[in-house]
């Protein structure tokens, strides 16, 4: 089992910058890939931006340019730095770890990739 902490989540103006973390319970250098989600309600969540264990990234379109992945293993984290934010980026943002039964390939295309997840953390973006 994998425990995942969010944190970072807040109120920015538009054009703003914010940095999500995600704390793991377990060393992320043993977890094969992780990921952030944002869900808006009534809405599956949709991938923001993943990274596995070598360092391979994905984003989806709309953050491109604007979002960063990374992680630091020495302290079991992955961060999302978020800058020039819009106020269509308000949602709430979810830290996944662990691909389940799918590969990186095909993380795009499965309604359900990854073993855990956290609580999320709410991010606004205001005019």
């Known amino acids: 089992q994998v425990h995942l902490v969010e944190s970072g989540g807040g109120l920015v103006q538009t054009g703003g910058s914010l940095k999500l973390s995600c704390v793991s319970s377990?060393?992320?250098?043993?977890?094969?890939?992780m990921g952030w989600y944002r869900q808006v309600p009534g809405k599956p969540r949709d991938l923001v931006a993943a990274?596995?264990?070598?360092?391979?990234?994905k984003y989806a379109d709309s953050v491109k340019g604007r979002f960063t992945i990374s992680r630091d293993n020495a302290k079991d984290t992955v961060f999302l730095q978020m800058n020039n934010l819009k106020i269509e980026d308000t949602t709430v943002y979810y830290c996944a770890a662990d691909l389940c039964g799918t590969t990186w390939e095909r993380l795009e295309f499965e309604p359900e990739p990854w073993c855990h997840w956290g609580q999320g953390t709410q991010v606004t973006v205001s005019s």
């Open positions: 990274i596995t264990s070598s360092g391979d990234t």
């Open positions: 377990r060393s992320v250098d043993t977890i094969n890939a």
